[in-house]
């Protein structure tokens, strides 16, 4: 199958981890995110254009919506900047999101 030159402008796909709970056991979780897809020579700006940036602000830049995620009261939260950058506070995870962007954006290789 032949490929295409031209990409969709978004793509979505899930974040997965793991977080220690205060016993000390691994809890799962994933969510999924809608994102602008940039190309490479845009991400490659972006990151020299914002080398002082931090990963939670490229994301907060890409990042369109998202499913998945919850308050407090275990009740859906809406998508906006103040509610991802809340998210992003949690150590590790704006880099996690950002290292899934990185591949997902991509071509991969098929299995």
Do not use: H
Request: net charge negative; glycine share 4%; aromatic share 8%.
């Amino acid at each position: 199958m032949a490929i295409k030159i031209l990409v969709s402008n978004r793509v979505k796909f899930k974040v997965k981890g793991t977080i220690k709970d205060e016993a000390g056991a691994d809890q799962p979780f994933d969510f999924s995110i809608t994102c602008s897809r940039l190309n490479a020579d845009q991400i490659q700006a972006k990151l020299r254009d914002e080398s002082e940036a931090s990963v939670t602000d490229f994301m907060v830049d890409v990042v369109e919506d998202w499913s998945g995620v919850k308050d407090v009261e275990d009740k859906p939260l809406s998508f906006d900047e103040p509610n991802l950058r809340d998210l992003c506070r949690i150590p590790g995870l704006a880099a996690l999101a950002f290292r899934t962007y990185l591949v997902e954006v991509g071509a991969k290789e098929k299995n």
